[in-house]
């Protein structure tokens, strides 16, 4: 099983029910996806937009300008182990569900220093996708 840090936010972000999520905590986001952003005091007007992507639901902080998932909302509001949400969600996937996740993911090595910090900025803010973090980093280190 591929479980690199990156691979396991990978499928919380895509599996996860974010919009359930946020009904939980009282944020429901409007008709255009505006909403109030979870993750900092924002009580005067709508901070973030909740979208949903090939690769799951996500939120864009227009406070931070960050990108955020189900995977952040866990880990930063709820303060859960992800190692746990992660298992507990893995084990009630299907085999075909497992492979469409590696098939889509890719493969990654958490291990693999990451020598551009700014590229890893582009990813957590939605400007490079999992493959296209993949392939900056080899060209890093070629």
């Known amino acids: 099983m591929n479980n690199t840090r990156l691979f396991k ?7 996860g029910n974010l919009p359930k999520i ?3 905590i009282d944020i429901e986001p409007q008709h255009n996806g505006l909403m109030f952003c979870p993750l900092h005091d924002n009580y ?8 949903k992507d090939r690769t799951g639901w996500h939120f864009f902080c227009f406070n931070e300008q960050k990108q955020y998932g189900t995977y952040d909302v866990y880990k930063q509001v709820y303060n859960l182990n992800m190692d746990v949400v992660f298992n507990e969600l893995w084990n009630k996937l299907t085999d075909a569900d497992k492979a469409q996740m590696y098939d889509l993911f890719g493969e990654v090595d958490d291990n693999q220093p990451i020598e551009n910090l700014e590229t890893f900025q582009k990813f957590r803010t939605g400007q490079y996708n999992y493959q296209q973090l993949l392939q900056e980093i080899c060209l890093q280190n070629q």
């Open 9 to 15: 936010i990978f499928v919380i972000n895509y599996y």
């Open 22 to 24: 946020l009904k939980d």
């Open 44 to 51: 005067n007007s709508p901070a973030a937009k909740l979208f």
